[in-house]
């Protein structure tokens, strides 16, 4: 027998001879052994010592076999339970084993063998109902630890998501500046030169030698430099304000009816400075009253990373790539077609791409993030799907298809 020291049994039975022999017999064998002369007795000291398996006889003064089986299975259906009794009482015995006895042994025990046999049978059977059940414990522990872990993760994701959101805002804030540097400048150059102009007219006005050719010269100059001012001055508030809407969508979580042309082409607006002073160019094509319902944010983070990764990634050595926007409707559905022409993935790269943390550029400023916030955007925020297709040398292609007005589910 495996190990037994330290391990308790209970024999409950009322003919003291039998308890004697079969705690005599188990004693040699290391258990420790505990006996009780009927079944209330027995019931005590079940309570009392807590044995890790019990030997119990049918027929008791006080209380019979059958109660002490069914109070033991009540308190714990774990611990095995052998009944000892007489040839006589086949249907006792039979109740018994429905009742939850683990065994059966049929007195006066003629050969010791059995009850070994019957006692080493339980214990494994019982080792393995224990282990089973310590494997189910360590599992739901494991599965705790991992709603933990992922819960962790997400959380850790959706801060990531956040600050990559607040990184392509500060991008913006950069390219709203430097956007409008240009018509600003252009306006006060305008008004220095109207005001040097205006010193110069006041001098000769009061020095009373003003001719009419001067006057005329003066108003001419007046006219084409406020000309001048205003044109600028509108262009730069035109910028603001699409600016304006641009880094509200993205920094919100809105939804509202937008026209899908007008709100790409200032997303572009923004991203001007990004590719200004490069060969590169991007065009789009979209149907120009196309309206829809929809997270204008999520268009500008899409495609925010998808022209910085065309840029990046895939107009590495080129000098004239060209992006192409092409977008139409099909039925209800949005179909929003981006390519460009660069140096396109392998097949390898393409199956990770939608990754996070996916990156070629780790350790030169790629997080890898990019493509798996497009990719979650597209399929949580639009409702909708994306699919890549790219060799290499020949540029990628992201076709997205979504609903165009967004529902609640
Ligand atoms: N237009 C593209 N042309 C070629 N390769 C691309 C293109 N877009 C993405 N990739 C590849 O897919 C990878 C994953 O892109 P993703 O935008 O997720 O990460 P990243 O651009 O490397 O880093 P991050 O966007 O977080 O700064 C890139 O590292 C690049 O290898
Ligand atoms: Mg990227």
């Not at 086949?90 to 109740?95: A, H, K, R």
């Not at 304006?244 to 790409?264: G, H, P």
């Not at 179909?335 to 140096?343: E, L, Q, R, W």
């Not at 916030?373 to 994306?386: A, P, S």
Request: hydrophobic fraction near 40%; include cysteine; charged fraction near 25%.
């Amino acid at each position: 027998m495996d190990d037994t020291s330290g391990k308790k049994i209970l024999v409950i039975d009322d003919e003291i001879y039998i308890r004697d022999s079969v705690m005599g017999f188990l004693e040699d064998y290391g258990f420790e052994v505990f006996e009780a002369e009927n079944g209330r007795i027995g019931l005590e000291r079940f309570n009392e010592v807590e044995p890790d398996l019990v030997l119990c006889d049918l027929r008791m003064p006080e209380m019979d076999g059958l109660e002490v089986l069914g109070n033991v299975v009540e308190k714990n259906s774990k611990i095995p339970i052998i009944i000892v009794s007489g040839a006589g009482n086949i249907s006792d015995t039979v109740e018994a084993l429905r009742l939850g006895a683990w065994d059966y042994i049929i007195k006066p025990i003629q050969d010791m063998n059995v009850l070994y046999h019957a006692v080493n049978k339980a214990f494994e059977r019982s080792g393995l109902i224990e282990q089973k059940y310590q494997y189910q414990k360590d599992l739901e522990k494991a599965n705790a630890e991992l709603k933990i872990s992922l819960e962790t993760l997400e959380r850790a994701r959706d801060q990531l998501v956040q600050s990559e959101k607040m990184a392509a805002l500060g991008g913006l804030v950069a390219g709203v500046a430097h956007e409008i540097n240009t018509p600003v400048g252009v306006g006060v150059t305008a008004a220095s030169f109207l005001d040097a102009k205006t010193k110069e007219f006041k001098k000769v006005y009061s020095s009373g030698e003003l001719k009419r050719s001067e006057l005329e010269n003066y108003l001419q100059t007046v006219e084409e430099v406020s000309n001048s001012v205003l044109i600028n001055m509108e262009r730069a508030a035109e910028l603001i304000s699409s600016f304006k809407q641009v880094a509200v969508d993205q920094s919100s979580e809105n939804r509202r009816i937008f026209n899908l042309n007008e709100y790409i082409n200032e997303i572009l607006l923004s991203l001007r400075p990004r590719y200004k002073k490069t060969g590169h160019t991007i065009t789009v094509k979209c149907d120009e009253d196309i309206e829809i319902n929809s997270f204008p944010g999520a268009f500008s983070q899409i495609l925010n990373n998808l022209i910085m990764n065309s840029l990046v990634h895939g107009f590495k050595e080129i000098n004239n790539g060209e992006i192409s926007i092409n977008i139409s409707k099909d039925k209800d559905t949005i179909v929003f077609v981006y390519k460009d022409d660069g140096a396109g993935m392998e097949e390898k790269q393409q199956e990770k791409a939608f990754d996070p943390f996916y990156t070629t550029m780790r350790g030169k400023g790629g997080t890898g993030l990019g493509m798996s916030i497009v990719f979650n955007l597209v399929t949580q925020k639009l409702n909708g799907g994306i699919d890549l297709q790219s060799s290499p040398g020949n540029g990628v292609c992201f076709t997205m298809k979504f609903p165009e007005n967004w529902k609640d589910n």
